[in-house]
């Protein structure tokens, strides 16, 4: 497995994704890593829909209605698109941030705590040589989508994190320069 400050440095989205997807320990541990994220309060305030096989299929139609709630004038290159979104990888992850009252942990850190658990398996897949994104799009966020997809009225999508096999690699862009992102602050 590859050093994490390796792993920090060197990850990169990866568009393209084929067969195989990560399975059985290699699996356990992405999944494993998304549970160490950050979460004031111990919270858990996330889950995560597992979607792989014909199940790509029936989200991609899933994504098509949900859409359709709110554009009926879908065209059918966008209803096209939206069925084969899922396709674009062997395994998908629906990214669900689960809100709960608390009078100390405020939904902003709930939805951060979700993004840190996406992050975290972001970079063990990586470890593992495997490749990832995490993709939204308009339909994410679409009210139909979530009772779909049988959230309750607490969740949210946050994403879909794509998983599989790099069928290209991927280009690593440059990385900013330290200095233009820290500044000193004196007060």
Avoid at 138 to 165: D, H, K
Wanted: proline share 9%; aromatic share 6%; glycine share 6%.
């Amino acid at each position: 497995m590859m050093d994490v400050l390796a792993a920090l440095r060197d990850r990169v989205s990866v568009s393209r994704l084929t067969d195989p997807a990560p399975e059985g320990e290699a699996r356990e541990q992405i999944f494993s890593a998304a549970l160490r994220a950050p979460d004031h309060g111990r919270l858990t305030p996330w889950r995560f829909l597992v979607v792989e096989g014909d199940a790509r299929a029936r989200l991609g139609e899933a994504m098509e209605q949900a859409m359709r709630s709110v554009k009926p004038d879908l065209t059918d290159a966008e209803a096209s698109k939206l069925r084969s979104n899922p396709m674009r990888a062997p395994l998908l992850v629906v990214l669900v941030t689960h809100l709960q009252d608390h009078p100390k942990v405020p939904e902003i850190e709930q939805h951060m705590s979700l993004a840190c658990a996406t992050q975290n398996m972001l970079l063990a897949a990586h470890a593992l040589g495997f490749g990832a994104i995490w993709r939204t799009g308009p339909v994410t966020f679409v009210p139909a989508l979530r009772e779909q997809l049988g959230l309750a009225p607490n969740e949210c999508i946050q994403g879909f994190l794509y998983i599989g096999t790099p069928a290209i690699e991927q280009p690593r862009p440059q990385t900013p320069a330290v200095a233009d992102h820290f500044l000193p602050w004196s007060g």
